[in-house]
């Protein structure tokens, strides 16, 4: 389940990037496997191998101890995540990208409560979602204190691979938590669950304008169409956004 969620991803960034380029400068073959390579090996370097590496100098230089190294590496790894977020929602283009976000994530909570859908109903829901992909990031982050605290200290390049090989055990765990939360009614525990993730979102979405949520809608009822039509490539109307 987890890895058809991620190459459904990677199939739509992948639309995405060559509609965006043209029919002239597609992305793909060799380049698109260098891309993704170059853009997953960054992404672990940055937000796991670091966090470690910084942690594990602390604990040899000014004493840290080793018990609380997966608490430490968690308070490093949000802060890199969040200060990342904060800095690239600060670029105009990709501004725009997370109003399209805020679109998105209207047009699932507007369907998946039964409302109509048009601009003006639509409008009038949150910009947050429980299953969205900063939530996914969020998640992963409370899960690795958990398993890399009780993998417990160890040297330097145990660690690091430790890091790069527990990767896929931390996303499956945020996945199905993820799930399980957005099975829940709603109330407060729910709110409970999920509200750290709600909270983060703001950080990835802005309030889009109305051509944005129509562009939302036209887009979720294409989905829809393309779904009743049996197409692999797209999954069911109430999919994590």
């Known amino acids: 389940m987890l890895w058809d969620a991620l190459v459904l991803g990677m199939r739509a960034l992948t639309f995405s990037a060559n509609v965006q380029t043209g029919e002239d400068n597609k992305l793909e073959g060799a380049p698109m ?3 993704l390579v170059f853009s997953l090996t960054l992404g672990i370097g940055l937000f796991f191998l670091l966090p470690a ?3 594990y100098m602390a604990e040899t230089t000014i004493g840290i101890p080793g018990t609380w ?6 308070i490093v790894r949000l802060g890199l995540i969040v200060g990342y977020l904060w800095a690239v929602g600060r670029i105009p283009d990709v501004e725009r990208v997370f109003a399209y976000h805020g679109a998105e994530h209207k047009t699932i909570n507007a369907y998946e409560a039964g409302a ?4 003006d109903t639509v409008a009038s829901f949150p910009r947050e979602h429980a299953r969205c992909g900063t939530a996914f990031l969020l998640t992963v982050v409370v899960f690795s204190v958990l398993v890399f605290s009780a993998v417990g200290p ?15 055990i931390l996303a499956g765990l945020a996945y199905e938590y993820i799930r399980f939360t957005g099975r829940l009614s709603p109330g407060r525990l729910a709110r409970v669950l999920s ?4 909270a983060l979102q703001r950080l990835t979405t802005r309030e889009p304008e109305r051509d944005m949520i129509e562009v939302a809608i036209a887009a979720f009822r294409a989905m829809q ?8 490539n797209y999954g069911r109307g109430g999919a994590s956004p």
């Not at 509200?195 to 709600?198: D, V």
């Not at 169409?225 to 692999?232: H, L, T």
């Open 195 to 198: 509200g750290p993730s709600l």
């Open 33 to 35: 496997t260098l891309t």
């Open 225 to 232: 169409e393309r779904e009743a039509e049996g197409d692999p």
């Open 116 to 119: 109509a859908l048009d601009v």
């Open 53 to 55: 590496g910084v942690v």
């Open 154 to 168: 160890m040297p330097l390049l145990e660690r690091l691979a430790s890091r790069v090989l527990l990767l896929p």
């Open 69 to 74: 190294h997966g608490l430490a590496e968690g």
